[in-house]
């Protein structure tokens, strides 16, 4: 019995190594900190270097310093424009309140409050269009990916087609994506109006290939005895799909799925900026067809968001990536 207890305390491992494995944890995670820290330092004293070296004719470029103090100025822009909304709904409740008293059949009405939309107001519509073209080609391209990765002639047959199409510019997408829309489309919603529809298409139609071809690729790299023991136990084809297909090929639709997001959240800016729908491209084509003193530093503000939402959106898929998928060693990168 002693030897069995003595050959288990030398499997276990002992307190100094988880001690000694924390501490090395700890320590790497500090310095990725520090190096990370250090990185953008280094940028933001290059950047106001070089900002105060270039003049435009708008001014001089913007550095650190006046970006953030357009960061404070479109703060108090948007909580001036809500206190606005918020007085503006008072005064309709209040006028509505005075007729009803008069007139209790009176048919009171609120109505929408139309004013200017700020920046948090168009990062709020850019997310919302980017988030809604992406579900259409998300829920296009994995079925296709994966019968084309089952199936080899459907795949012949439609690669030339993926080939002609995945490098076409959003802005050749753009006039006819507007054109069939403004003939097609048809509705007084007040979230799906017909700029919303065309810019969500046209992110559609170009962020939808990086998931279809990496699908495609998932799913003819499912190991070979994986499916050998599909056919021998002769699964059904949705479980074939379901337990055998798709838990493999996980991993490669997500990587598609992430480039697709990332590729979708550069076209909208530029499909918002061309076609002047509302959103963050319209916000910088407005600031800078107004060519005030400031307009620089709210076009770098707009495009740090940019640059930090588009950060966000791919953690946030490797987090689902990791909910979702078997291998639980993906690394947040």
């Given amino acids: 019995m002693e030897a069995i207890l003595n050959k288990i305390r030398l499997t276990l491992p002992s307190a100094n190594s988880f001690d000694f494995a924390s501490g090395s944890a700890i320590t790497k995670m500090f310095r990725s900190w520090i190096l990370a820290g250090t990185g953008i330092l280094v940028f933001l004293f290059m950047w106001h270097v070089a900002a105060s070296n270039i003049n435009t004719s708008l001014g001089q470029f913007p550095g650190p310093t006046q970006v953030w103090e357009q960061v404070g100025s479109l703060k108090a822009d948007y909580q001036r424009e809500k206190q606005r909304e918020r007085d503006f709904m008072v005064r309709q409740q209040e006028r509505n309140a005075e007729r009803l008293a008069v007139d209790p059949d009176y ?48 795949y012949s047959a439609i690669n030339p087609l ?69 056919r021998v136990i002769q699964l059904p084809a949705h479980l074939h799909v379901t337990k055998i297909v798709l838990p493999s090929a996980v991993p490669m639709i997500f990587t598609g799925m992430r480039m697709s997001l990332a590729t979708g959240w550069m076209v909208l800016i530029a499909a918002e900026m061309l076609a002047q729908n509302p959103g963050l491209g319209k916000f910088i084509w407005d600031e800078f067809q107004n060519g005030s003193s400031d307009s620089l530093g709210r076009i770098m503000v707009a495009v740090i968001a940019i640059g930090l939402i588009g950060f966000a959106l791919d953690k946030i898929m490797l987090l689902i990536q990791r909910k979702v998928s078997w291998d639980k060693t993906a690394v947040l990168r």
Avoid: H
Wanted: charged residues 10%; neutral net charge.
């Fill in 162 to 230: 993926i080939q002609v199409f995945k490098p076409v510019s959003p802005l050749a997408w753009l006039p006819l994506v507007t054109m069939v829309v403004s003939a097609l489309y048809v509705s007084d919603s007040e979230v799906f109006t017909k700029a919303f529809v065309t810019s969500a298409i046209t992110v559609s139609l170009c962020s939808l290939w990086p998931t279809l071809i990496n699908t495609t690729v998932g799913v003819t790299s499912v190991d070979k005895d994986l499916i050998n023991v599909s």
């Fill in 107 to 154: 048919d009171a009405r609120i109505r929408p409050y139309t004013g200017r939309p700020t920046f948090v107001d168009q990062v709020q519509t850019s997310l919302l269009t980017v988030g809604f073209g992406f579900f259409i080609a998300t829920i296009i391209a994995i079925p296709l990916g994966i019968i084309c990765g089952l199936n080899s002639s459907i």
